[in-house]
């Protein structure tokens, strides 16, 4: 089978689970074999038959799953991943905002100055 999206895996380890031998193989190699024999249509029924002509020239080696505590790592190293590019994320989001809170009040401070400058205009009790 090719490795491709995310169901490869479970299937992979559903058939080995029930004694099939598993060859998993990168999709291009699949399509350079493809290319090899001038291979162009695109439909389930060819690229099947296409992945068996490939298993039967190449004959890929047989997969089997990792063990458990290599899948726990991957799992935990995959998370990590993820929560540094949240980290991230949110570290570029705050700096944005930061530099607009920052402009705000600059700003506001601007508009406090120019009407406390006209402040005697309007008489105390207006203004404050």
Known sequence: MEATGIYWKSLAKYLYDY?????????????????????????????????????????PEAWYPQPLYIQEL??????????????????NRLEG?????????QIYKIIISFLDSYHGIF??????
């Not at 699949?30 to 190449?58: H, N, Q, R, Y």
């Not at 905002?97 to 009040?105: E, L």
């Not at 008489?123 to 404050?128: N, T």
């Open 74 to 91: 991957q799992q935990l190293v995959n998370r990590l991943n993820v929560l540094i590019n949240h980290k991230t994320q949110e570290t």
């Open 123 to 128: 008489g105390d009790d207006k203004l404050g």
């Open 97 to 105: 905002a930061s530099k607009a809170i920052a402009n705000n009040i």
């Open 19 to 59: 004694g099939y031998k598993v060859s998993v193989v990168n999709p291009a190699r699949i399509k350079g074999f493809a290319i090899s024999k001038l291979s162009c249509a695109k439909t389930d029924k060819a690229d099947s038959v296409l992945i068996a002509d490939f298993c039967e020239a190449m004959k």
